[in-house]
């Protein structure tokens, strides 16, 4: 079981938090029209789309690339926006700042305490905290991979994934 952080967007973020268990996004490389019989395969631990490589004979089948989600029973953690907030009181941070979910406006908050934006962003001279810096601790939606598949809509082809909540 692998662990991975994958960027959410602000709408994304909400769909996770009101039920969604499905996710997908375009794949990066696209495959070529060419290549025949698709399939997601596990290779050491990876979801890998492979291609038939000879179509007119043989069984050898070549990888085109990796899921972003990773593989099922390994472990997805949101990375989402965060921002800072100045509150009217030293009180609650030390810095009189503290970090704020971009999506719905929630404080963030580990073991019910606010958290210092200084802790947030780890730099105290940005008011944004993008979601590729997220640190790991103050991820508040962590999936568990159930089922990772490919769908072909419009000539482009997609990563889908199916998760379960981790408990």
């Not at 492979?50 to 972003?68: D, M």
Request: a neutral charge; glycine letters at 10%; aromatic letters at 8%.
């Amino acid at each position: 079981m692998r662990e991975r952080g994958i960027i959410l967007t602000p709408e994304k973020v909400l769909a996770f938090q009101g039920g969604a268990t499905q996710m997908r996004v375009p794949m990066k490389p696209q495959p070529s029209r060419d290549m025949t019989e698709l399939r997601v395969e596990i290779v050491h631990g990876e979801a890998v789309l492979t291609y038939l490589a000879y179509p007119k004979g043989g069984t050898a089948r070549h990888a085109i690339c990796g899921s972003p989600f990773g593989a099922p029973g390994d472990v997805v953690w949101g990375k989402e926006t965060l921002h800072c907030e100045f509150t009217t009181s030293d009180n609650i941070t030390p810095s009189g700042a503290m970090g704020v979910y971009s999506a719905d406006g929630k404080v963030v908050t580990v073991g019910g305490k606010a958290v210092d934006w200084v802790e947030c962003r780890r730099d105290p001279y940005f008011e944004t905290c993008q979601s590729n810096h997220m640190p790991r601790e103050l991820s508040r939606i962590v999936r568990t991979v159930k089922r990772v598949w490919v769908e072909q809509t419009a000539g482009a082809c997609e990563w889908c994934c199916e998760f379960e909540e981790k408990l």
